[in-house]
Structure formats: C-alpha cells, structure tokens
C-alpha cells in the first residue's frame, strides 16, 4: 500500500462548456475556468462568480473549455451563505424536486432530474415548487447573469400604463417582470 497526498481534483467539462462541481475541501480555480454559485429571487436564479477559490462544501457551476481541468487543494477559505446549489460527495438515490444540470427543451439550465441517482461531487438544486420546470440559461445578457425560472402557469401581462393585459399584441409589455418588445 502506498498512501499519497491528494493535491488536484479533476472536474471534466462537457461539449455544452459547464458542469457542476462540490467538494468537501478548498480548490483553486486554474486560468480559463469561472465558478458561479447561486441565489434564488423571486423566479430566477441569480448566479455570482467565485473569484479565484471555491470554498469547501460548495456547490458551483463551472464554466470553461470542453475536457479535464486539475483544481488544485488549497487552504479552506470563508464560506458562502445562501447558496442554492448542493452537492454530495457521495452517489445519492434520486430524491423529489432535485434539477440538475442538463440541456433541456429551453437550452442548457437546471430541470427536473428523472433519473434513479444522483453523481457524487456533483451540484445539483431542491425546489419545493411543483410548478416550476425549470432554470434556463439566459444568454441574452453579457455573460452570465441569472436564470429564468420557467413555469407551467399563464404568463403575467402588462402594459406600458400598469395594466394587466391577457394577450400581448405589438408593442412593449412588462412579461414576468421583463420588459419584452412584442412584433
């Protein structure tokens, strides 16, 4: 037997350019990768960047080139509150409400995960609300800055006066809380 320290974990990205990632210790992040963790509000998913270190017990999506990347071990730094994401170092059975990240019918986001496991060292998210399908990726922002929550329900309509409307027709309408120029 031979014991060796562990100074790297490896985190292979995929042809989409992110995964998830969760440790139970401290990593450094190599030049080209971005780590973001994530905040529910209202309907979206607020996603931040971690600069540089992912603190132990953190659950991250990691963003870089496709293939595999050695995070190096460091010392552990603070924790981050209110981080939607969790993660398990170890194979978990399939629980109600997990998402996990996939490339779903709105593009790469977090949707309702229907399969029997969940991977170890992987992030994924527990929504208590039945009625939401989904986080999208929304890319029509410089980088990433959140993601949409997208629901089964009727949109919510309304004018440029306050009005609730049910139908947009050409014009500018406030949809879900965005401004979205109907043509």
């Keep these: ?8 974990l490896p985190v292979t990205i995929g042809e989409a350019n992110y995964t998830t990632f969760y440790a139970p210790v401290a990593v450094s992040l190599p030049a080209g990768l971005k780590a973001y963790y994530g905040a529910i509000e209202n309907e979206y998913l607020v996603l931040t960047e971690i600069n540089g270190t992912i603190p132990q017990g953190t659950a991250v999506i990691i963003e870089g080139n ?4 050695d995070l190096t071990i460091v010392e552990d730094v603070e924790t981050i ?18 998402y996990t990240l996939q490339n779903g019918s709105k593009g790469i986001g977090f949707y309702g995960y229907t399969g029997t496991t969940l991977k170890g060292f992987k992030a994924y998210m527990t929504i208590a609300d039945n009625n939401i399908k989904g986080f999208a990726f929304d890319f029509s922002t410089t980088g990433i800055e959140g993601v949409k929550a997208e629901k089964n329900a009727t949109p919510v309509i309304y004018d440029l006066m306050g009005r609730r409307v049910t ?7 406030v949809i ?8």
């Design 176 to 183: 879900d809380g965005v401004v979205t120029v109907v043509k």
């Design 1 to 8: 037997w031979t014991i060796e320290k562990v100074t790297a």
């Design 66 to 69: 496709q293939g595999t990347h």
């Design 167 to 173: 139908k947009a027709q050409k014009g500018i309408y």
């Design 81 to 98: 509150a209110d981080n939607a994401l969790e993660g398990s170092i170890e194979t978990r059975n399939t629980f109600a409400n997990a």
